[in-house]
């Protein structure tokens, strides 16, 4: 049953908003209903990612609490920053080599960076395992690169046992 219909729910969800759609129960609008509902699943399946397997429980509380607080903090500095009106802040973009090739690890990676203020996850070099970010408040290019890969890249791996 998996093989023809991946998702029955979303098969079902798709055709009642079909003929919702239509506002008709005429013949031909639900044979392309069905048709339709038994296509986007099959064709949604091939896009699913691999199945994540979690590591250490502990290690993902205590990298979610670090996360919380980095935000916090973070949101502390830029609002102190636009409060002071001090000169414009020194930003700029660093380069870090990635060990993490894990697809969910480096999507949680990019919603960490995203999220906290002041950062930016700006491209992904795949192929050379690169990422780079932009920094609003940058001292050091190297400090801001070992940073995040203590704090957020080890504990993923950790966790996702990569």
């Not at 296509?39 to 691999?50: S, V, Y």
């Not at 999507?107 to 992904?124: E, M």
Request: with cysteine.
């Amino acid at each position: 049953m998996k093989r023809w219909l991946p998702h029955p729910l979303l098969s079902f969800a798709l055709l009642a908003m079909w003929l919702l759609l239509q506002h008709s129960l005429a013949p031909t609008d639900v044979l392309l209903g069905l048709i339709l509902a038994g296509l986007i699943p099959r064709l949604w399946a091939r896009l699913e990612p691999p199945a994540l397997r979690l590591a250490s429980g502990f290690v993902a509380l205590r990298l979610a609490l670090r996360v919380a607080g980095d935000i916090l903090w973070s949101n502390l500095m830029v609002m102190r920053r636009i409060w002071s009106r001090r000169a414009e802040p020194a930003s700029g973009f660093v380069t870090i080599p990635l060990e993490l090739r894990d697809p969910w690890g480096l999507a949680v990676l990019a919603a960490i960076i995203s999220a906290t203020p002041g950062t930016v996850w700006v491209s992904h070099d795949a192929r050379r395992q690169l990422l780079v970010i932009h920094v609003l408040e940058l001292v050091d290019a190297a400090t801001s690169a070992g940073t995040i890969k203590q704090r957020y890249e080890r504990p993923l791996m950790e966790i996702l046992q990569c």
